[in-house]
């Protein structure tokens, strides 16, 4: 059965790093866009990262994008999202999702074009 399942969250003091990792079963991580999604409490679900399956093109919020690296390991069928200098505002629940056709990363990640949801994983920057 395919699944996704998040893990690597935890409390970390502003300006520290995670490691958040996605490992996926039922199918092949290399053949399917991956795209990472968070929700803070009363605020929406967003696009954070992005992997293709196409070409491996990557694909970064402006909010995160240069502190934050997503990648992808064949062999652990695992995404990977490196999260470094932490700011309180990244504090949300992280979810790793499965493409459906999406062959490319677009700007502002579409959530109907992601057909498999981890459970998420709480990250919490705090002093």
């Known amino acids: 059965q395919l699944q996704v399942v998040e893990s690597g969250g935890g409390l970390v003091q502003p300006g520290g790093s995670l490691r958040l990792s996605c490992a996926a079963s039922g199918f092949t991580v290399d053949d399917y866009t991956i795209g990472w999604f968070r929700q803070a409490p009363g605020k929406e679900r967003e696009g954070v990262s992005c992997i293709s399956s196409s070409d491996g093109s990557t694909y970064y919020a402006d909010s995160v994008k240069g502190r934050f690296t997503i990648s992808r390991d064949n062999t652990k069928n695992t995404v990977y999202l490196q999260m470094n200098s932490l700011k309180p505002e990244d504090t949300a629940i992280y979810y790793c999702?499965?493409?459906?056709?999406?062959?490319?990363?677009?700007?502002?990640?579409?959530?109907?074009?992601?057909?498999?949801w981890g459970q998420g994983t709480q990250v919490t920057v705090s002093s």
């Open positions: 999702a499965k493409g459906l056709r999406l062959r490319l990363c677009v700007v502002d990640l579409p959530l109907y074009e992601f057909d498999y």
